[in-house]
């Protein structure tokens, strides 16, 4: 781990570039209001998506702010130095993502009624968009080989710790009917199922209509091409695309490209450890 960056919060890796002291006490303090709704993912779950899903539903199909605001402002991070910055510019309800486990969430979240959309991908292909991404981003180190970087996963010695640990806070969370748990692989599959699935959770009642033109911003090849969510504002430097485009592939089981059987074998025992008695059912093999 090379030093200045990264730090440390409550033993989680965050990367500087976005994260201070600062911004960790600001999460922390944030004043969450009723309406608000929270994006929740480990890294590489999805979501740039849903940061361009979740304002359309809010607006009932209104492209002005994917086509206008860059997803970072758009749907901020609550624990990133942008956030203070750009939070009185966000109109009600509020759209906020966030990569915290749920014990660090701030602690106004707990007392509200905010609504809270938490995506799983699986872990093998999370880890997979994760190397590429590292290879791609010039502030986190280098992933080494993919043999090192899963011995780095499976250890949580990567953002935001554990993958087991952080599905395992949420799926725990005492939030009744203000969470709604969805998966990647379920997005990818029904797309406007999820939109309709969101809309009820929501209470956003959307049209088919709406949810049709929906679901075609938010198709993964508009995605790519739209400014505001691929990440092109990054100056190559930062994130260079020609390594890895940041919206790389956006499907299901690329693992299968990269894990040997011997790799795959040892991961899955890993994780199903350390999933064991959880009510999770997830399409492991897709
Ligand atoms: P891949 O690297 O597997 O392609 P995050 O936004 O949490 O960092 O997650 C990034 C992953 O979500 C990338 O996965 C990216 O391509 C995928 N993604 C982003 N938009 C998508 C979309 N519209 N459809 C499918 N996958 C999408």
């Known amino acids: 781990m090379s030093s200045g960056r990264y ?11 976005a994260h ?9 303090d944030f004043h969450v209001e009723d309406t608000d709704v929270f994006v929740v993912t480990y890294p590489k779950s999805g979501t740039t998506w849903m940061q361009e899903i979740i304002p359309l539903v809010l607006n009932g199909g209104d492209l002005t702010p994917v ?13 990133e130095t942008r956030t203070a ?16 486990p749920y014990q660090l969430m701030p602690a106004s979240f707990f007392s509200s009624k905010a609504k ?8 093998k292909d999370v880890m997979v968009s994760s190397y590429h991404f590292h290879k791609m981003a010039s502030f986190l180190d280098d992933p080494g080989t993919f043999e090192e970087f899963m011995d780095k996963f499976l250890k949580g010695k990567v953002l935001f710790g554990k993958w087991t ?4 806070s949420w799926r725990h969370a005492d939030l009744g009917d203000r969470i709604l748990h969805i998966t990647y ?3 990818n599959q029904d797309l406007h199922g999820a939109l309709r699935r969101f809309s009820d959770f929501l209470g956003c009642n959307l049209s088919e209509e709406a949810i049709d033109g929906i679901a075609h911003q938010c198709c993964f090849n508009n995605m790519r091409k739209n400014s505001m969510s691929n ?6 430097n930062i994130m260079d695309s020609s390594k890895s485009p940041f919206l790389r592939k956006g499907i299901s089981g690329d693992w299968k490209n990269h894990f040997s059987p011997e790799q795959e074998a040892q991961f899955s025992s890993v994780i199903a450890a350390e999933m064991e008695g959880e009510s999770l059912s997830f399409p492991w093999d897709l």
């Open 7 to 17: 730090l440390l919060h409550h033993g989680l890796l965050l990367p500087t570039v």
């Open 20 to 28: 201070t002291k600062e911004s960790l006490k600001y999460a922390q």
């Open 67 to 79: 086509q206008t605001i860059p997803n970072w402002d758009r749907v901020p991070w609550l624990e």
């Open 85 to 100: 910055l750009v939070v009185d510019h966000l109109t009600s309800p509020r759209a906020l993502a966030t990569h915290l």
């Open 116 to 123: 809270v959309i938490y995506v799983t991908r699986n872990p």
């Open 165 to 168: 640990d952080h599905v395992k």
């Open 185 to 187: 692989e379920e997005m």
């Open 231 to 236: 990440y092109s504002l990054v100056p190559q």
